[in-house]
């Protein structure tokens, strides 16, 4: 029988036992974790993102604030606002949502940001720790696709693990991350030469490559793991992932679905991400 890694399931349990530490603290009388997050312009899809995060922090009890700014607003007015919340001692998280007008330097921005309340993981500094060992902050979906298959208990020790896509959201960092964990990576793209005898040898099969139900039966090793990254509308609108779901179904051993598989794992990472950064501050750090 196919183990479906219900990453919606998950989420929800870890956003639970968040709400209730948050509760608490309350109690106790601490401050509450702040998450920050920073839209620019009118993009829609930017928009759908900001306001799904803002309803998770809502509901786990943080002091959630969207800085609303406009589309022409000047690159050093942008890194002047996130200074003033890398200074403020009340604010825990600081993200801004990309991507960014033209005229705005994406690298400067996510330099400007504090590493130690980088939640979203891209910093210069956190990519870099992750290279070398741990960072104080990881980029939420590669760490979501970790978590979710540690609670299935998938051993990644000495497995082959086959990436499809290079992005430096999810193909770059989840490499380091799958060495963190023993396991034996290669990564592939674009210019990869025959993908099949790639994706065939694979033992856990990651599709991060934004091309509906791309994978299917033939790409994927019985017995597999898969997992599905892809987040596309197909032509009849529906949201669907980069592996044709059903197809591969049958063949592989776990597999997560789309919609209620990595998504909600990547929000909540974040949400997790400015908890700890607020138990450092509290003094209250879990083990
Ligand atoms: P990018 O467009 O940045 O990267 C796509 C990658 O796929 C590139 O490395 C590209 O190769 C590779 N690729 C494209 N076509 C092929 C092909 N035919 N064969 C092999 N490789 C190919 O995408 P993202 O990493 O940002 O996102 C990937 C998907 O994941 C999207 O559907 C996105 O919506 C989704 N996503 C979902 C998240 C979630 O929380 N569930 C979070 C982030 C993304 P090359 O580098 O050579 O161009």
């Given at each position: 029988?196919?183990?479906?890694?219900?990453?919606?399931?998950?989420?929800?349990?870890?956003?639970?036992?968040?709400?209730?530490?948050?509760?608490?603290?309350?109690?106790?009388?601490?401050?509450?974790?702040?998450?920050?997050?920073?839209?620019?312009?009118?993009?829609?899809?930017?928009?759908?993102?900001?306001?799904?995060?803002?309803?998770?922090?809502q509901?786990?009890?943080?002091?959630?604030i969207?800085?609303?700014?406009?589309?022409?607003?000047?690159?050093?007015?942008?890194?002047?606002?996130?200074?003033?919340?890398?200074?403020?001692?009340?604010?825990?998280?600081?993200?801004?949502?990309?991507?960014?007008?033209?005229?705005?330097?994406?690298?400067?921005?996510?330099?400007?940001?504090?590493?130690?309340?980088?939640?979203?993981?891209?910093?210069?500094?956190n990519?870099?720790?992750?290279?070398?060992?741990?960072?104080?902050?990881?980029?939420?979906?590669?760490?979501?696709?970790?978590?979710?298959?540690?609670?299935?208990n998938?051993?990644?020790?000495?497995?082959?693990?086959?990436?499809?896509?290079?992005?430096?959201?999810?193909?770059?960092?989840?490499?380091h991350?799958?060495?963190?964990?023993d396991?034996?990576?290669?990564?592939?793209?674009?210019?990869?030469?025959?993908?099949?005898?790639?994706?065939?040898?694979?033992?856990?099969?990651?599709?991060?490559?934004?091309?509906?139900?791309?994978?299917?039966?033939?790409?994927?090793?019985?017995?597999?793991?898969?997992?599905?990254?892809?987040?596309?509308?197909?032509?009849?609108?529906?949201?669907?992932?980069?592996?044709?779901?059903?197809?591969?179904?049958?063949?592989?051993?776990?597999?997560?679905?789309?919609p209620?598989?990595?998504?909600?794992?990547?929000?909540?990472?974040?949400?997790?991400?400015?908890?700890?950064?607020?138990?450092?501050?509290?003094?209250?750090?879990?083990?």
């Amino acid at each position: 029988m196919t183990v479906i890694l219900d990453g919606k399931a998950l989420a929800n349990k870890m956003q639970e036992d968040l709400a209730n530490e948050v509760t608490e603290w309350k109690n106790k009388g601490y401050r509450i974790p702040t998450l920050v997050v920073i839209l620019i312009g009118e993009d829609s899809a930017s928009k759908v993102y900001v306001k799904n995060k803002e309803k998770s922090a809502q509901k786990i009890g943080f002091n959630s604030i969207v800085r609303r700014l406009d589309i022409t607003i000047k690159e050093e007015d942008l890194l002047s606002i996130i200074e003033s919340y890398n200074q403020d001692d009340s604010v825990d998280g600081i993200l801004v949502q990309l991507p960014l007008p033209k005229h705005i330097d994406e690298e400067k921005v996510l330099l400007a940001i504090d590493p130690r309340k980088d939640v979203d993981g891209f910093h210069p500094l956190n990519v870099g720790k992750l290279f070398v060992g741990d960072p104080d902050m990881h980029p939420c979906t590669p760490y979501g696709i970790i978590t979710l298959l540690k609670e299935h208990n998938i051993q990644l020790a000495g497995k082959k693990v086959v990436i499809i896509g290079r992005s430096n959201i999810v193909g770059k960092p989840l490499i380091h991350m799958m060495l963190n964990e023993d396991a034996t990576v290669t990564i592939a793209h674009s210019k990869t030469k025959n993908l099949k005898n790639e994706t065939l040898t694979a033992d856990v099969l990651v599709a991060a490559i934004g091309q509906a139900e791309f994978i299917t039966s033939d790409y994927v090793k019985e017995g597999a793991v898969v997992v599905d990254v892809g987040m596309n509308r197909n032509s009849e609108g529906k949201l669907v992932g980069d592996v044709d779901y059903q197809d591969v179904l049958p063949k592989v051993s776990a597999i997560t679905p789309v919609p209620g598989g990595v998504g909600p794992m990547t929000i909540t990472m974040l949400m997790e991400q400015t908890m700890n950064q607020g138990r450092k501050y509290c003094g209250e750090e879990k083990e």
